[in-house]
């Protein structure tokens, strides 16, 4: 087998990814520039690889004797870089990314997972000491003074398979708008790249327990599973005082870990969210050096046992005004469990 080097790894993102003509036209959009993009983004990717990610290092490496094995075709400086990519419009790399998503589960890498999920959360990037552009936010210090500006996005990832847990598009907001609020933005745009069927649920944490994002999460085709936290204190009290001293409704093991599982479906919905009822699941692992485990999750899918979508619909409410759906709305489907089952873990062994 041939060592991995950048310029075989440059042949197959180009021939086997198919990004040759993303690494060309990536959404340059300075009037005139003098180095071509392809360079000056590969250059960026192969900085990534070596962890070397500041534009005065990458500038450092293409200065180097390096830069021939790195297969970067021109120096440059660090102000070119920076130039570049500011003026790099995101719109082209989110296709990429989406591009690979869906070649790679056409070519069965995602075989193995019975479901495929879209994880959601925020995270913050590009922490500065001056206020720069409007999507700064500023973080105080414990005097609640001002000390730096932080850049804040929602990140969406493909997760469900065991091995791989794949990002794959970022939407910033700024210091007025919300986590909740991308995230929303963030979800409709990726179902609208990847397709409807991509997917079969969204995971996200008790910040999004809300009707709004459950909505959307059904109008999209996607069953939804919340973190249920004291974000919903009544629901909350209501599953620990139920679940709490029952049985579990499943008992099974992933690896050398025991899981136990309470699924109830009938908690009352509240007031905003019009459903007949909700969902609740309750999760406890129980590790070989004795740590335990233990979550609530709110879900629109059950971890229980095989039923059909169609005798508990997922609750679909579009919003008023509007004639159809934003995403062609998926059939309602059987679904199986987002946990592993212990028949189906039995019959494995
Ligand atoms: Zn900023």
């Keep these: 087998m041939k060592a991995a080097t950048p310029r075989r790894l440059k042949a197959f993102v180009c021939s ?13 959009g300075r009037p005139q520039g003098q180095i071509p993009a392809r360079v000056l983004l590969w250059a960026q990717l192969a900085g990534l690889l070596l962890r070397e990610t500041s534009f ?54 995602f075989d193995t997972a019975r479901f ?22 500023p973080v105080q210090d414990s005097q609640q003074q001002i000390s730096s500006y932080v850049h804040h996005f929602s990140l969406i990832s493909v997760v469900g398979h065991e091995e791989l847990t794949l990002p794959f598009d970022v939407e910033p907001y700024g210091p007025k708008d919300s986590e909740a609020a991308a995230s929303r933005r963030l979800l409709e745009r990726a179902v609208q790249h990847l397709g409807p069927r991509f997917a079969d649920y969204v995971v996200a944490d008790g910040l999004y327990a809300t009707a709004p994002f459950l909505h959307l999460a059904g109008e999209l085709g996607l069953y939804a599973i919340v973190r249920l936290k004291a974000n919903l204190p009544t629901l909350y009290q209501q599953a620990q005082t139920r679940l709490l001293d029952t049985p579990p409704t499943q008992v099974f093991s992933i690896g050398r870990d025991r899981i136990e599982a309470w699924d109830a479906d009938d908690f009352d919905p509240w007031d905003s969210l019009p459903w007949p009822t909700v969902r609740v699941l309750r999760y406890r692992q129980h590790r070989p050096d004795g740590t335990v485990c233990e979550a609530y999750w709110r879900s629109s899918a059950s971890c229980a046992s095989v039923w059909l ?27 199986v469990t987002l946990f592993p089952d212990s028949r189906d873990l039995a019959a494995q062994k």
């Design 16 to 28: 086997r990814l198919r990004l040759s003509a993303y690494l060309s036209a990536p959404g340059d």
């Design 56 to 109: 005065h290092a990458i500038e450092a490496l293409v200065r180097s004797r390096a830069r021939a094995a790195l297969g970067v075709g021109r120096r440059f400086g660090d102000d070119a870089l920076a130039y570049f990519t500011e003026r790099l419009a995101p719109a082209p790399t989110r296709l990429a990314l989406v591009s690979i998503l869906r070649h790679s589960k056409r070519n069965k890498a």
């Design 116 to 137: 495929l999920g879209l994880a959601l959360d925020g995270t913050g990037v590009a922490r500065c000491r001056q206020q720069r552009c409007r999507l700064c936010h």
């Design 309 to 335: 979508a169609p005798s508990r619909p997922i609750p679909v409410n579009r919003p008023h005004g509007r004639s159809s759906p934003r995403v062609s709305r998926r059939r309602p489907k059987p679904i």
